[in-house]
C-alpha cells in the first residue's frame, strides 16, 4: 500500500492525484485490463453496489477482448489511456513512448492518460498533458505485492482513503480474485466521509 506523499502534488500540479468534491466521492481505477478472468467480476461487483469506475485500459488487452471493453463502457464506467503494451517511460525513448500511446488512442479513444508504472519524464509529460488530462493517484492498492492479504489491503484503505481518493486496482489475471474481498468491503462498508465511487471526469 503506498500513499503519494503531498510533494510530489505539489512539485507536478498539473497531473491528476485527487479530485476533492462536496459529495464524500471516492474515484476507483483498474489498470491493465480488460481481462476474461479479472474484469468481468470486476463489473460484477461494481455493478452489485451502484458503484463507477474508471478503466485504464492497454490498448493490446482491448485488441485481444473488444467485447469486454464494450461492455466496461455500456455500463457507464469511464476509460483512459494506459498506453498500447505497458512501457516504462523512464526507460523508453520518446519517440517509441509517444507512438505506443497514439497507437492505444487509436483504439480506446480517451482523453485520460495514466502513465504505466506511474513513471513518465518531464520530456513527455510537457507533450502528452497538451493531449491528455494524465491521471495518477493518492493511493496505490498493493494488490499486485503477493504477500498483500486482502484484510492487510482493507485495512490501510480504511486508514488512508478520504474525499476525493484516487485509488488504483488491476483487472489483470496476475492479481487473480484477491480484490474481490476489498472492493466488496469497500463498497458495502464504506468509510465516514468516502462515499460512492465514482467515473473520473472525461
Known sequence: MFQIPQIAHSIFPSLVWNIPNEDNKIFLTFDDGPDPEATPWVLDILAENNAKATFFCLGRQVEKHPALFERIKNEGHAVGNHSYSHLSGWTTINKKYFEDIARADEIIGSKL???????IRPSQLKFLKEQYKIVMWDILSGDFIEDYKPEIIINMLYKLMRSGSVIVFHDNA?????????????????????GLAEVLLS
Open 174 to 194: 496476475k492479481v487473480g480474485k484477491k480484490d474481490i474481498a476489498v472492493l466488496r468491503e469497500v463498497l458495502k462498508n464504506r468509510k465516514p466521509g468516502c
Open 113 to 119: 492518460f495514466r502513465p504505466p508504472y506511474g513513471r
